[in-house]
């Protein structure tokens, strides 16, 4: 079993100036407690779940190479880029550099995009949902052609690329691991089957049939289910290692692989996950 940090929040005391030294400490502890993965929220502006829209937030991966540069094994990655936010060329060239510049540790989190106010307030179109899984899906074949090498014309319905060249090409291959997130049972899952190496769900309730709805995509699509790494995102209101160790063992009954726990606000997780992450690793194999 894996365990990964997520955090959504980068309101740290001190103001603007305290945001890097903060961030930076949560990297550093996450990497050192043998944390799997590192996640960042590919928004603009705060969201309403966790803030305000005037709530300090990041752009993602100038803050994932950021992070990169001072950690030595954790993987890196958004949960996740909406679609709509960046060309795919130009995103698969920003994965593709993240990940030569940590080392092959870095991940394309993608899914179909869903938060129209911050989209509307930075002018970035922000089409209708039909028009944003069509144009999720070329994303993604453009990103397997990318990474694959082959420059030859990608002429889709939204998007043309003359020469799609992507040099130099990842560290880690094929291609570093293509996550998307959502748990639409007609589309998104199926895409997951056809094109990613992992998903993302929420842990609630639903997570079982989600899990069960892959699984028959797959089937479908002709795809062996367990090469997909199912992943799901949680919350803790009291975090502690016996919480943890239960949330972990919980969700790897309902066939989990990787548990990412979300930070709150005030809250600090690395150093409680890396004890519950020595604990469940007795319990659970890991890569499970």
């Not at 969201?47 to 890196?76: C, N, W």
């Not at 030569?100 to 307030?121: C, F, M, Q």
């Not at 016996?242 to 919980?250: I, L, Q």
Request: net charge negative.
């Amino acid at each position: 079993m894996r365990i990964g940090l997520q955090v959504p929040s980068f309101t740290f005391p001190g103001g603007p100036e305290q945001i890097g030294p903060a961030f930076g400490r949560i990297a550093r502890e996450a990497d050192q407690a043998g944390l799997h993965s590192l996640w960042v929220m590919d928004h603009f502006f705060q969201i309403t779940m966790v803030g305000p829209p005037e709530d300090p937030m990041l752009e993602a991966y100038s803050t994932l190479a950021y992070a990169a540069a001072l950690t030595e094994r954790i993987t890196l990655g958004t949960m996740v880029t909406g679609v709509t936010y960046r060309h795919p060329g130009i995103l698969v060239k920003t994965v593709t550099t993240l990940d030569v510049l940590s080392g092959g540790r870095a991940w394309l989190g993608i899914g179909a995009a869903w938060n129209e106010e911050e989209s509307k307030g930075l002018g970035v179109a922000f089409p209708p949902t039909a028009e944003r899984f069509e144009r999720l899906e070329e994303t993604l074949r453009i990103a397997h052609q990318m990474w694959k090498g082959d420059e030859s014309p990608f002429q889709g319905e939204y998007y043309q690329l003359e020469r799609p060249l992507n040099s130099p090409q990842s560290v880690r291959r094929p291609h570093p691991p293509i996550l998307i997130g959502g748990g639409g049972e007609k589309k998104t899952l199926r895409f997951v089957a056809k094109y990613a190496d992992a998903c993302n769900l929420f842990d609630g309730d639903e997570l079982p049939r989600k899990v069960d709805v892959l699984r028959e995509h797959c089937e479908r699509e002709g795809r062996d289910y367990t090469e997909i790494e199912k992943t799901a995102l949680t919350f803790t209101q009291e975090p502690s290692v016996d919480a943890a160790v239960d949330t972990v063992g919980r969700l790897a009954e309902r066939g989990i692989d990787q548990v990412i726990f979300s930070q709150g606000a005030g809250q600090d997780l690395a150093g409680i996950l890396g004890e519950a992450l020595a604990q469940t690793e007795k319990i659970v194999p890991a890569g499970r």
